[in-house]
């Protein structure tokens, strides 16, 4: 049932948009779970299927009443000696077909009102959501129990049953829908779509429905168990449709013939069971599902747990692979042969052999087209890689104030987390969501403070906050703010402001100014190099915009590929390019001397426009 | 204060839908329930006063020739001033009344049960969803289970188990009938003792969905940028899994709670009719048998209300914990 049928979205789609729009990635990829969720579900299918053919009258009276299963009677007999299996395949057949139809009617409702109306917007919008959410907080079951009671039970068929559900039961799915529906109205390919003057009724049909599929797929086996409940307690309240079989109303029998009280428990089990697994079915084939819809649930293959993996190296033996790092007179950080890989199916070698120096108070320029790298390098650094990425080689080493040398990829879990933040802190590239949403500027500033510092006093910490707010040229005042009230240039500062609390020897910022205007991105690099010079804390300044790199770093590395192509003083890169890569780099900017810039575009070099 | 007001208009609207329903659904029905429920009365030798009839028209409809406009303003009226008729299977106690002595009982255990289910469900969802892929996290398809068990049939199973076989808890009631009801200590740890299996039904069977989606939004919530900053800034690992990933992953959940109450009510009442016990749920089915159709649609009312009351303490929650919606804008 989760295999939806419809044509693959065709050509008129705008080149490299519709995502996952082929065959294979609308189904749910073979795990376990999905095997036994399918077996359940075909299972007791099939029981209800077949089974009442195979195993005679469920109605037959006999005189052995209320006996335990036996060979005669598999699961026993009723009260009235009623062979308890013949009825479990009768019962179980009635429930999936209520459940079934319930369920498609549910969904096409939802579908009908959900993708509907969010795809028309404006007042049909307003209306139909207006409506879904009022049908959603009215209870479900209690109306039906009320308009049950006023249909008198000769005019209870199972149809009745079924249509009250249904209008009962709708709701919830149409708000899912509505705004799945909303997210991919406004993506590019469907925008692509109406510019190209597509007729509406294709972009729902071809562009739209195809990716809501999985979830609505989701939603009819929501629905579906839904309605095998509510169908079955209503049944076992007695307010059923008369003789019909359903799995149900078994229990109000059961229920009404003392089967409790005989402790019969072969009587009133197995429907409830049959009920149980059938549901559990299906929702095991709805976890599927889910991971369709929210690729984030996968797991990755390479299961390890948490930030920062580093393969092949012990504590013991750190930093002997790759050499003990010479020091560099006045180095502050110094990166050896790194290597980091992607362990996926197919493995991406990210970080090739990368060596880098990092004087105190020096800016480090780390340039390179999106994906060549350079972010998944700085995170390494870091330790803040996630899984499936991996450090497979090299040495990061912190050379302290102190004197000491912190070897990184060899810190545990707790003296990684004290060493982050203190002796280096980050600055990431998207300020707008690096601040969390739910909690005050004041308390995530706080929060680093509480956690380095445990000696220092509420009034301490909280003019330590106000200090480095003032650094950066926001009102302290804004303390008590929250992320959404501050403007996008605000926040970056805010985190700049954030990444200078612990008076760090070392800062990482990656595109800290790439979704900001000219204007403010230029304020803001002009504020770092001055609190560098006031502060004297080292760079590693990562972005796409070389010529920017040029005016403002004492050093640039020009990553390709995973590797360093190019690694030199920003003045002589300027005025001499060793590498052909360098140069192309160079000219893709508008040159400050002509006119008109000579852009390249093409060959391997993109524009290296959009961000990561 | 945009927000606050929108959400009471919103579920202004629905209590008007829900009211409006009320008035049309016994109209739209076969047969004439007006009659059939003067009959009961007067089988009861209750006096069929010109009022009374007048009250159950406006409540059931009936062909006296009044506009619908005109019955629906004065049923509106009606139900304003708390007038719902009077139960026939209580008679002459009003519907109210009857209301009134079930209502407390259901509120409490349905309350309590919500409440300990939701923070179970959520304290354990936050837990599996930080720790993804633990062997933990690998039993939460096994909670699918505890979330398709039909409530009543589980109500059954326990009722079998502990207090048919061992005996540790009582077969049916909310309290020892022995007992006067009042504010006691006696009859309070009575109705403890009665509401406990009750209340496990209901925290088993809806504890997994609560589970199920909180884990989810934490997995979703993983993988956000604040996150990784928490991290880089060296937090502890607990006060990253609370304060930056379950305050947000939380939010949906409160959201979603509309759908899930709709569900615990719907199986809390069913279960009610398991254990005998005297809450609401009980009332309404026992009104149903009876054709007491004044009872039935009091008490449909007072669900819906009870329940949208519920939904809106919890919109009100959910603004105090995000601090998006108290936008002025």
Redesign the interface.
């Known amino acids: 049932m989760a295999t939806p049928t419809t044509p693959p979205p065709g050509g008129t789609t705008a080149p490299g948009a519709a995502p996952r729009s082929g065959w294979r990635a609308l189904l749910p990829g073979w795990s376990p ?1 999905l095997g036994i969720g399918l077996g359940l579900v075909l299972a007791i299918g099939l029981f209800g299927l077949i089974g009442p053919l195979l195993l005679g009258d469920p109605d037959a009276i006999d005189n052995m009443g209320r006996t335990p299963p036996s060979t005669d009677h598999w699961l026993g007999t009723t009260q009235t000696g009623q062979d308890v299996l013949s009825q479990l395949a009768h019962a179980t057949r009635g429930s999936l077909q209520i459940g079934l139809a319930v369920g498609i009617g549910a969904t096409v409702l939802s579908a009908l009102f959900g993708v509907i109306g969010a795809y028309a917007g404006g007042a049909v919008d307003e209306s139909f959501s ?1 409506f879904s ?2 049908m ?8 039906v ?8 039970r000769e ?1 209870r068929g199972w149809w009745t049953l079924a249509v009250v559900l249904v209008i009962t039961g709708w709701a ?1 799915a149409a708000r899912v829908l509505r705004a799945q529906t909303l997210s991919l109205r406004n993506r590019d390919y469907v925008l692509a779509a109406k510019v190209a003057g597509e007729r509406r009724r294709r972009i729902v049909i071809v562009e739209i429905l195809p990716n809501l599929l999985p979830l609505i797929a989701s939603q009819f086996v929501y629905a579906v ?1 839904a309605a095998i ?2 169908e ?2 209503l049944s ?4 059923g449709a008369p003789n019909t079989h359903t799995l ?1 109303s078994m ?1 109000y029998f059961a ?1 009404n013939g003392f089967a ?2 005989y ?1 019969a ?1 072969w009587w ?2 197995p ?2 069971l049959v ?6 079915g ?3 084939i709805n ?1 599927s599902l ?1 991971e369709i819809i ?1 690729p ?2 996968r ?1 990755p293959k390479a ?1 390890g ?1 948490g ?1 920062g993996a580093v393969a092949g190296r012990s504590t013991d033996e750190a930093g002997t692979e790759a050499g003990p790092a010479p020091r560099e007179p006045g180095a502050v950080l110094t990166v050896r042969s790194l290597d980091v890989v992607y362990r996926t199916a197919d493995p991406v070698h990210a970080v090739r052999d990368v060596s880098l120096t990092l004087r105190r108070g020096e800016i480090l320029g780390l340039a390179g087209e999106s994906g060549c790298g350079k972010t998944t390098l700085a995170y390494a650094v ?1 330790r ?1 890689h996630r899984p499936p990425a991996e450090v497979t080689a090299g040495s990061v080493v912190l050379h302290d104030r102190s004197g000491t040398d912190i070897d990184v990829l060899a810190l545990e879990k707790e003296d990684l ?6 002796k280096l ?2 600055v ?1 590239q ?1 300020a707008m ?8 500027i004041h ?1 995530q500033l706080d ?2 403070l509480t ?2 510092r445990p000696g220092m006093s509420a009034a301490d910490r909280r003019a330590r906050c106000a200090e480095v707010l003032t650094l950066v040229g926001v009102d302290p005042a804004r303390l008590t703010a ?1 992320p ?2 501050l403007s996008g240039g605000m926040r970056q500062r805010v ?1 700049i402001a ?1 990444a200078m609390l612990l008076d760090p020897q070392v800062m990482i910022m990656d595109e800290p100014t790439t979704a900001l205007d000219v204007v403010v991105q230029r304020g803001i690099l002009r504020e770092i190099i001055r609190l560098r010079d006031e502060l004297g804390f080292a760079v590693v300044l990562i972005t796409h915009d070389l010529p920017l790199l040029l005016e403002v770093s004492d050093h640039i590395a020009v990553m390709r590929d995973g590797e360093i192509v190019e690694y030199a003083p920003a003045a002589r890169m300027y005025r001499a390019p060793a590498h052909p890569y360098t140069r192309q780099l160079l000219d893709s900017f508008p040159s400050l001397t002509s006119a008109r810039g000579a852009f390249v575009r093409g060959g391997d070099t993109d524009v290296p426009g959009a961000a990561r | 204060m945009r927000y606050y007001a929108r959400k009471l208009g919103f579920y202004l609207v629905a209590l008007w839908a829900a009211l409006t329903l009320n008035f049309f659904i016994p109209r739209l029905m076969p047969g004439n329930p007006v009659d059939t429920l003067l009959a009961k009365l007067q089988q009861r030798g209750g006096a069929v006063d010109p009022s009374a009839r007048r009250s159950y028209e406006l409540l059931l409809g009936t062909d006296t020739g009044e506009p619908l406009w005109r019955q629906y303003t004065s049923y509106l009226g009606n139900v304003l001033r708390g007038d719902l008729g009077v139960s026939v299977s209580a008679f002459p106690a009003e519907v109210t009344e009857v209301i009134g002595q079930s209502l407390p009982w259901t509120v409490v255990l349905v309350g309590i049960a919500t409440l300990l289910s939701f923070t179970l469900g959520v304290t354990l969802g936050t837990i599996t969803g930080w720790r993804r892929g633990s062997r933990l996290d690998s039993l939460i398809p096994a909670t699918t289970v505890l979330a398709a068990v039909p409530y009543f049939w589980l109500a059954l199973i326990l009722v079998l188990i502990f207090s048919s076989t061992l005996q540790w808890f009582p077969l049916f009631g909310g309290y020892d009938t022995y007992l006067a009801t009042g504010w006691n200590w006696d009859f309070i740890s009575s109705a403890i003792y009665h509401g406990t299996l009750p209340a496990l039904t209901i925290v088993i069977s809806s504890v997994g969905g609560w589970l199920l989606g909180m884990r989810n939004m934490m997995v979703a919530t993983g993988s956000e940028d604040y996150i990784l900053t928490a991290h880089a800034k060296g937090l502890r690992e607990r006060r990253i899994m609370t304060r930056y990933a379950a305050r947000n992953a939380v939010l949906p959940s409160l959201a979603g709670f509309a759908i899930s109450l709709g569900f615990v009510v719907s199986g809390s009442i069913i279960t009610e009719q398991v254990f005998s016990y005297p809450g609401i749920g009980s009332k309404l089915l026992q009104a149903v048998e009876n054709s007491d159709y004044a009872l039935m649609q009091g008490i449909f009312l007072v669900i819906t209300v009870a329940v949208l009351a519920a939904n809106l303490l919890v919109d009100l929650l959910h603004g105090f914990i995000d601090p998006r919606t108290r936008v002025t804008t």
């Open positions: 779970r207006l959410n009022v959603l907080v009215i209870p479900g079951l209690p109306l129990i009320v308009i049950a009671g006023f249909v008198p005019q919830a168990i409940l509510a079955a307690g076992f309240l007695g307010l149900g229990l229920q409790l009280q402790e428990w009133f089990v429907p409830g009920i149980a697994l059938f549901g559990c299906l929702s095991l976890f889910d929210n984030r649930l797991l299961a747990s930030t870091a803040l987390r004290a060493f982050r933040w203190d802190s980050m990431f998207g969501n690096s601040l969390n949403p739910v909690i005050s308390e929060d680093v956690t380095h929250f959404h009230e985190m954030m």
